[in-house]
């Protein structure tokens, strides 16, 4: 897919080029540093497809689709503070190489730097973009903290569940789509059906990941299979688990999550994943993924544009599914 | 003055409207608790003052003028995770009374209402407010990096720390008086004098401020007298003393700053201040004060409205000035 091809490597070149300078050296260095290990770069891509969809012109979009990735990093370099985790990519996050205060300030910056990011859109659009930006970021703090609530609730249900997932991840693939939709002044009822599309395939992308972290093979993956059920994160599968669960599989779940002691990992592993076969759970999260995948499907077919300009946005979609499979 | 009175009404009546809505209430708490303990709300009026003295619509400005103060709390609540600060005018800080992490992202979500409310501005002026207000925010992060390097640098100067409060306290003055002015759709030049008419102001607040801290009464002030002695924060006073301190002064101060023995708090104070008197320190931090007033009047002056208009914003003036003297 050529047309794909050429506007990855647009975003592949602006994101190098994209350098924050400034002092103290101390506050700018960890912007470059988070920007600097890699990424699928999935969201600006997303801003590029949206407005080429809709016959824009590329070039005003690229600094808002850069915009939206600095966005995505400086939550990732917030959530790794909250989260106290030591690796980002294999390499130590921004808290651990300096330290928590500067995290917080550089991180601080980043979401200031992003927003300058996104004002640069010509006219009347561009209050349309920092609006819908403006409504995702607070999705996004929401999403965080119904994640971070989890954690401490023993009533979470897979629909509090599916409601996270769409706040935390889903909303700014939908924000970085129809932010192309408004750079190329698409109408307001289209970028919303792409916005849309952005938010259900988000969620069918973070169902297929759950799925993966306990049934990937760890070559593709790129990380421990099944970390979400030794850490007892309250994913789709998990709860649903609990949902369905009765007698017998109920005290097995009971008995497992929770247990922490690393020599029982193999074990605890095993029991979970035989209740998982039990209730059929990785089937259900699949069906359920897909749905997500059908309705987004449906909703690129209701814009009114020739179908062959879907085509790059279709690509990309399927390259993700795949991914995730 | 009756103006400044109707001015100041206007501000207090509006922040006690001002409350955030939204789930999750751990997200959200947050925001409303640090707003409600209240603060002199001096940004947010000097909003208002700088519209007024361009006979700008005063209910235009009302909405920045709460996103400048929402931005100040913003900045306020992850200093106080920084600084770990356990207390906040005399209440627990949201880092203790909540988590680190829900103030990290609260203080986030603070960044993102602020900007929402700083849009809240008509046409064209809501650029300029926002390209003023994204390179203040910038400012005041540098200026709180640079605090933070100081501490832990000994080649400090007066010039460093001059600047350092220029960022971190002063810019927010020239931003919250020059976006009433841009709201006013005043000159830019004129705009400008305004700005630079707050931040110079700012920069001699800071510094009585800092001379307070040393001399003034406890009443007063309000705190610990001569916290900043005991802490050996680097104020232009100790940065001026040991510019100019030789042989047994020089030795005095080497001896007792880093000293942290609490049983010896009161000799402490003695000896710093008894270095101080030799060296005329207070009465220089005082004459370079009342430079910046000067500086700050002159500029006031050069702003081309009737004497009559500027009278709110004097009088306001002289009350902070008084507060700090």
Redesign the interface.
Known sequence: MKRLEELSDQIEKSMERLHFS???A??YDPLNYILSLGGKRMRPLLTLLGCDLFHGDIKKAVQPALGIEVFHNFTLL?DD??DQAPLRRGQATVHKKWN???A??????M???A??LM?KVDGVQ??KV??LF?QT??GV??G???D??FEKSDSVSVNDYIQMITLKTAVLLGCGLKTGALVASAHESDADLLYDYGVNMGIGFQLMDDVLDVYGDTAKVGKQVAGDILSDKKTWLLLKAFELAEGEDLAILNKWVGERDTTKSEEKIAAVKGVYERLNIRQLATELSENYFLKAERLLDAIPVEKERKLPLLAYSELIKERVS
Chains 1, 2 share one sequence.
């Open positions: 400034g002092e103290p101390n506050l917030h503070i909250m928590e205060p500067t917080i300030l550089s991180g601080d910056l979401l200031v730097k927003y300058e004002m561009m209050v920092l609006e403006n970021a607070a703090c929401e965080q903290q119904m971070m609530d």
